[in-house]
């Protein structure tokens, strides 16, 4: 059994051996990509945009493809925790589960279906849009999940076409004998005036390595609120890259919480392609044990008169390791540009630890742009008035905890998507369950 590059790259080879009938677009695009990921390797710590994390677990497991679903009553009982009514598609180890997927009340002008089946139904389109926002030149687990490309999600709103009740896109692992390698695509179109919500959530207990992409395609004028919800368990890794382009007067949203995994990376990319764009990226990260939790951000304001509004925190215990980079880019003629970035991080113990380092880069003279980033303990002038009234210090830490992680929930819009990320960092949050029962 091979490990390592060489693994990955024999793992890619046979699947797409596999599929030589593909379309010789889909084909030429695979076949590229397992080139790149060939050119690029696998990064190391003295790569500078891994200096924080190490991709060494990666290596070291044989990861595999899942070759069938696998249902049963315990994914079906996950899938019910975790969703809600309305739309949504399950995929099982990457692969779809079409029991567990529900396509009925989406509104006319809505598409949602499966990749695979949009590969083969809606190709003129996939050709044009896959691979454009996220390059697989720049990044060796895109041109990964790329070479790998079949399973995942296209999600399309016509013009004008607005969606009251969110869009759920579960991906579940399995325990198993196996270790299992996923490489989801979700695929999001957007045409001028639409607007969604769009939830994905990565959960189960397998020895899983979820390898996901996200391509934003956003018209003029559209609108998404995209929630990542990250709860896998204690013996995954993660990574998951986003990339958005923000059409003239569009808004997108991004929530990520990443909760789980042993290792999670979480990349979020976006830029403004037409002016008066809107952007906010907001991202949790509740790490305990020995978990490594990373983040990056990317946003580049290319064009004038557009806002963005970036808040990133980490609430770390036990010997749990977090990072985040955030960087935004405002170039010459961005004339106008409204940009804040915030990195605030709380450490629970002596041996917690948080690397942040936001920056800024403006090559424009008309902005109005601030950064910054805090490290700090519990505020223990707060925890002496909680005791004062009454409340023990163990119980007082719990709700200072609470409160800090909790204004990104609010930022979620409100009804059952909040409340679910609500019930899965109150698991998560130290003394949770208890202050659940408060709530």
Not at 98 to 111: A, N, Q
Not at 290 to 297: A, I, V, Y
Not at 376 to 384: C, I, P, S
Not at 400 to 408: C, I, Q, W, Y
Request: net charge negative; aromatic share 6%.
């Amino acid at each position: 059994m091979t490990s390592g590059l060489a693994h990955y790259l024999d793992v890619a080879t046979r699947f797409q051996a596999e599929r030589a009938d593909a379309p010789a677009w889909l084909k030429r695009l695979r076949e590229d990509a397992l080139r790149q990921f060939e050119r690029q390797g696998l990064p190391t710590p003295r790569d500078e945009e891994w200096k924080y994390t190490s991709v060494a677990p990666v290596e070291a497991r044989p990861f595999v493809l899942a070759r069938e679903v696998v249902g049963g009553a315990d994914v079906a009982a996950e899938v019910a925790r975790l969703s809600s009514a309305g739309p949504r598609l399950v995929f099982v180890d990457g692969r779809l589960d079409s029991s567990l997927s529900v396509l009925s009340g989406l509104p006319r002008g809505m598409t949602l279906k499966p990749l695979r089946d949009a590969l083969r139904d809606d190709e003129a389109v996939l050709a044009e849009v896959l691979g454009q926002r996220a390059r697989a030149e720049a990044h060796p687990f895109v041109a990964l999940n790329a070479a790998l490309l079949e399973d995942g999600v296209f999600l399309r709103l016509g013009r004008g076409v607005r969606s009251e009740v969110p869009v759920q896109v579960l991906f579940l692992s399995r325990a198993g004998d196996e270790s299992v390698l996923s490489s989801p695509r979700v695929v999001v179109l957007a045409e001028e005036g639409s607007e969604a919500t769009l939830v994905e959530t990565y959960a189960g207990a397998g020895a899983s390595f979820t390898n996901t992409v996200t391509e934003v395609t956003l018209g003029d004028n559209a609108s998404l609120h995209h929630v990542k919800l990250q709860v896998e368990g204690d013996a995954a890794l993660h990574l998951g890259m986003l990339h958005s382009r923000l059409g003239r007067d569009s808004r997108f949203a991004s929530h990520a919480f990443n909760l789980g995994a042993a290792l999670a990376r979480n990349e979020v990319y976006a830029a403004f392609a037409g002016e008066g764009g809107d952007c906010t990226l907001n991202g949790l990260f509740v790490g305990q044990g020995t978990q490594h939790l990373d983040h990056r951000t990317d946003l580049d304001h290319a064009v004038p008169r557009c806002t963005s509004r970036e808040l990133y925190k980490g609430v770390l215990d036990d010997r749990a390791h977090g990072a985040f980079h955030g960087h935004v880019r405002v170039r010459e003629n961005a004339q106008r540009t409204d940009a804040r970035q915030t990195s605030r991080n709380l450490l629970l113990s002596e041996t917690a630890q948080v690397d942040a380092r936001p920056q800024l880069e403006i090559f424009a003279d008309d902005v109005k742009c601030a950064h910054g980033a805090a490290v700090g303990r519990l505020d223990e002038n707060a925890l002496f008035y909680l005791r004062s009234r009454g409340i023990d210090r163990v119980q007082a830490e719990r709700l200072l905890t609470h409160a800090f992680a909790s204004e990104l929930v609010r930022a979620v819009p409100e009804g059952d998507v909040r409340a679910r990320v609500e019930a899965m960092l109150a698991l998560k949050l130290p003394g949770g369950p208890r202050l659940e029962v408060m709530a």
